[in-house]
């Protein structure tokens, strides 16, 4: 079956540096979905991307979808101490709407 | 925006005992909720998707006779582990999209199970 991969599984990065999460699919995805889960906490939908070089923007977060929809990325401009937690990509199973969420990126940011 | 809760957030209980974790959509209807399991510092990985109506699908590997999910109505899905083992403690997250077909997911609060 489908199978999504992100890496890397660990960030460590000081306040005000920049930050990226890059995921890749086995197979060609329908759209690709971000979420953040902050620690002891559930999955936060961020955004999903459709269309096939996709980019979009929320304030400090740039996510991208690739021009042959099997990768993506979410990069994180001058990161803060609140944007601390595990991103997840996800995208749809063959079944339909469940999502196959790729292992995370952990994100550590210190003052 | 769409509200999905659980019941309870948290469990404790003895080997051998049956827990039934609840899962609700508050402000929408949901004909489908679907049940991820959490294992700590891991990823999401999902164990079954509940259908009103009809019988739950799971994913290969998640024993149906141990996992039981009734979806009772268009709001309410329930998960019951049963003979529960300590290998079962877990994060359990159920999630789901609105009844309109939108493939953003909601998800609950999770219910953190713990088997002693």
């Known amino acids: 079956g489908q199978q999504v991969m992100q890496i890397p599984q660990y960030q460590h990065v000081q306040e005000g540096e920049d930050f990226t999460t890059y995921c890749n699919s086995s197979?060609?995805?329908?759209?690709i979905q971000w979420y953040k889960q902050r620690p002891g906490g559930h999955p936060v939908f961020l955004i999903q991307?459709?269309?096939?070089?996709e980019v979009k923007k929320q304030k400090r977060l740039t996510f991208q979808f690739g021009e042959a929809k099997k990768n993506s990325s979410l990069h994180i401009t001058a990161t803060q101490t609140t944007d601390v937690g595990t991103y997840f990509c996800?995208?749809?199973?063959?079944?339909?709407?469940?999502?196959?969420f790729g292992k995370g990126t952990s994100l550590l940011v210190t003052p | 925006g769409a509200v999905v809760s659980q019941h309870p957030s948290w469990v404790i209980c003895k080997s051998g005992t049956s827990v039934k974790i609840e899962c609700r959509s508050l402000d929408f209807q949901a004909t489908t909720m679907f049940w991820y399991r959490q294992f700590p510092k891991q990823s999401l990985m999902l164990m079954a998707t509940?259908?009103?109506?009809?019988?739950?699908?799971?994913e290969q590997g998640v024993e149906k006779d141990k996992f039981l999910i009734n979806h009772a109505s268009l709001t309410l899905s329930t998960l019951t582990v049963t003979s529960a083992h300590p290998e079962d403690s877990s994060f359990y997250i159920c999630?789901?999209?609105?009844?309109?077909?939108?493939?953003?997911?909601?998800f609950g609060p999770g219910t953190r199970l713990l088997v002693l």
């Open positions: 999630s789901a999209p609105p009844l309109a077909g939108v493939e953003t997911q909601y």
């Open positions: 509940s259908n009103e109506g009809s019988k739950a699908t799971y």
């Open positions: 996800a995208g749809l199973s063959n079944s339909g709407y469940a999502l196959n």
């Open positions: 197979t060609t995805l329908s759209n």
């Open positions: 991307l459709v269309k096939s070089g």
